[in-house]
């Protein structure tokens, strides 16, 4: 596949994308001009990049459903609630259409009936019940086109026309699909000598004969996205008036027409000597200063051009393997400056020292700002869940009322990527078995509607999301008793309410009445767990009976590299996260003399369960001058790790440790320090976990 065709997936993808979220939130806030003439840009932006690569199928749908939305834009026709259900399942035909051309497949007959259904649909909509083809706009043109038409279309590439981004050919050859272009001249009068010309100007212009049965708006559409950075004439190609006002602006244009054979150019009067002479100056002025002596009109056009060449620069698409490729140089870099540092210190070296701290920094705003690259705000990925919920609410007949908290905060592309299915899978659990019907709710004395929040926030170093209901909650005693019977608890075992509710994560638990399409066989939650502790999360459940579930995920910021803090324990070196360490204490005479043998210390009125990492890790007992804790919290909890030695902040390079150390509970990975030294990086979660089942043992 090559360049250009994954650069259209991916805009074509973002478009849809976008499309079925405008519609989604139509369906729920209503409708605004704005949003409706984007919704009309995204789907005519696919329908001109599909023309640009020959897609045929996918033009000559787009363009019946663009036609549609430009009427409801234009306020002709009424935007109605059956009519945005059509253009959702546009939107997904869309999406199968170009799947098919991209794998240059053709239609198959039931996709090909699909679209020929859809088609009748969208053309029955359009005003009085119109096809497409009859179509007019009669603000521009007096008269309807009676059948295919000869225009005259007279384009001028203004000079910075380049920088637009846009390929003037692929622009031309978008004209093969309205029609057939009889004529073409390509003006170079003002193409300068080679050592004048600018390469980043440009000099020419197009005259184009263009037979068609589509209206003077569907051909200037073909310019849309370039109208600023060209002067643009559209007309009958039997107005003279227009051709005569054209050729009298231009010198020797009618010469050349006349010249390449465009008929009608004949029989418009040559100009006098002295009427040339005043419009080369004029020429000649727009040439040196083109926007200061332009009409009005372009006054205006230009200024804004201006404005969109701006917006332009400020962005830039880029392939997300460059991005990876490059976090991981850096990766190695951090780990070999490291070893300089390490060097520096041992030779007591100052100019080294210093050197190698200058290195340290700049590696470290360089790490900064590459992962902010991959930073994205969730609330752009998230927006497609409100489709789901809406279809899934749909087919089980149930009013869901769905909100998105937080959609600005920031995680790692990758992890919200990874992330996405395991919340689209808990979120159709919630509208499936936690949401009651709108009968039972009204029994209960609940809104007719269902409640379902998603929510992002930082905390602690992690991104916290959250998904919440309002529904009957978790079924408490069924769960126990399923789990009981499939061997997973023993019966006397004294559980509490948020182990029995994390029970539904084993594999095969479901206590479902009935399986559906949707959910009920026991099978996706247990996924959903692993994939989640995969990103080296966490994922807890509190439910209340009629009042509805919490499900609480907490995921790293990033995957790549962190802030750590290098500690020793026994003869093992460990790193610590450092957005999880609230302070460091001594563990001197005092709290030892607390502790009596127990593994808790008084912390300013507060009891502070401790862990032992040697214990825990089965280390050598080492003689350490000094004892110390470390206190880190994640979510609501906090414990204290008791360590021997604390070295400071440390650029943690994460390494996975491969399958052989994978059953290690509470290492999440490793890194390699300056002297060359492996570190082990704690998951602090599990230690916490293991540390809570203790405490209740």
């Avoid at 045929?56 to 430009?70: G, I, K, M, P, R």
């Avoid at 300013?604 to 919290?633: C, G, H, Q, W």
Wanted: proline share 2%; charged share 30%.
């Amino acid at each position: 596949m090559n360049e250009e065709l994954e650069l259209f997936i991916e805009d074509v993808d973002e478009q849809l994308t976008f499309m079925e979220n405008a519609l989604v939130s139509m369906q729920e806030d209503g409708v605004d001009d704005e949003s409706m003439g984007a919704l009309f840009r995204s789907m005519h932006t696919i329908k001109g990049t599909a023309g640009m690569f020959g897609f045929d199928d996918v033009v000559s749908f787009t363009h019946v459903a663009e036609n549609l939305l430009s009427d409801v834009r234009d306020g002709k026709v009424e935007l109605s609630q059956e009519m945005i259900e059509i253009f959702l399942q546009s939107k997904d035909h869309t999406q199968t259409l170009v799947d098919l051309a991209v794998d240059n497949e053709t239609l198959d007959e039931q996709t090909q009936a699909k679209n020929d259904e859809l088609l009748e649909i969208l053309k029955s909509m359009l005003p009085g019940g119109k096809k497409v083809e009859e179509k007019v706009d009669v603000e521009i043109l007096e008269d309807e086109p009676d059948g295919e038409k000869l225009w005259h279309i007279s384009l001028r590439l203004k000079p910075h026309f380049f920088a637009s981004g846009m390929d003037i050919i692929n622009i031309l050859s978008f004209f093969k699909i309205l029609g057939e272009v009889k004529q073409l001249l390509c003006l170079d009068t003002d193409v300068p000598i080679l050592q004048d010309i600018n390469p980043t100007q440009s000099y020419i212009g197009y005259e184009i004969l263009f037979f068609s049965d589509a209206d003077y708006a569907d051909i200037e559409e073909i310019f849309e996205f370039v109208i600023d950075d060209v002067e643009l004439e559209i007309f009958s190609a039997d107005d003279i008036e227009m051709l005569q006002a054209l050729c009298d602006k231009e010198e020797g244009l009618r010469e050349e027409l006349v010249f390449a054979g465009f008929d009608s150019a004949s029989r418009v009067r040559s100009g006098t000597k002295n009427e040339k002479k005043v419009e080369k100056i004029e020429v000649e002025k727009i040439k040196v200063e083109p926007e200061e002596t332009a009409p009005v009109k372009l006054d205006k056009s230009a200024k804004k051009s201006s404005k969109k060449e701006t917006k332009k620069s400020f962005s830039l698409r880029v392939d997300s393997n460059k991005i990876d490729q490059l976090i991981n140089q850096i990766s190695e870099m951090v780990i070999a400056n490291a070893k300089v540092t390490q060097r520096a210190d041992v030779l007591d070296d100052n100019e080294l020292s210093e050197s190698a701290t200058i290195l340290s920094d700049m590696l470290e705003e360089i790490r900064t700002g590459i992962m902010n690259i991959r930073m994205v705000q969730v609330g752009d990925s998230f927006n497609k869940f409100k489709r789901i919920v809406h279809d899934v609410a749909k087919k089980v007949d149930k009013e869901i009322d769905f909100e998105i908290v937080g959609g600005e905060t920031e995680l790692d592309k990758m992890v919200v990527e990874k992330i996405s299915d395991p919340l689209m899978h808990m979120l159709r659990n919630s509208i499936d078995h936690g949401i009651e019907t709108p009968e039972e709710r009204k029994t209960l004395g609940k809104s007719p509607k269902g409640h379902v929040v998603l929510k992002t926030y930082p905390d602690a170093g992690t991104i916290v999301i959250e998904i919440s209901d309002d529904g009957r909650g978790l079924p408490r005693d069924k769960i126990l008793a399923k789990a009981i019977a499939n061997g997973l608890v023993d019966e006397n075992n004294n559980l509490s309410d948020k182990e029995i509710f994390n029970l539904i994560f084993a594999a095969g638990l479901s206590t479902a009445e009935e399986v559906s399409d949707i959910s009920g066989r026991g099978v996706g939650m247990d996924v959903v767990k692993s994939n989640i502790e995969a990103l080296r999360g966490t994922v807890e459940i509190d439910s209340k009976a009629g009042e509805g579930s919490l499900f609480t995920i907490r995921l790293p910021l990033t995957l790549a590299i962190i802030d750590g803090f290098l500690i020793q324990s026994g003869n093992t070196k460990y790193i610590i996260p450092l957005d999880m360490i609230q302070e460091c204490i001594e563990l001197d005479a005092k709290y030892k003399k607390e502790m009596d043998g127990n593994e808790f210390i008084n912390l300013r009125d507060s009891m502070l369960p401790l862990l032992d990492v040697r214990t825990y890790f089965d280390e050598e007992a080492t003689k350490s001058e000094r004892e110390n804790i470390v206190v880190v919290r994640y979510g609501d909890y906090k414990i204290g790790m008791m360590v021997d030695e604390l070295f400071g902040e440390f650029q943690t390079v994460i390494k996975p440790l491969g399958e052989v150390f994978s059953n290690i509970v509470g290492i999440s990975g490793g890194t390699i320090l300056g002297s060359g030294e492996i570190a082990l990086i704690f998951d602090i979660p599990k230690l916490m976990e293991h540390k809570i089942k203790q405490i209740k043992k």
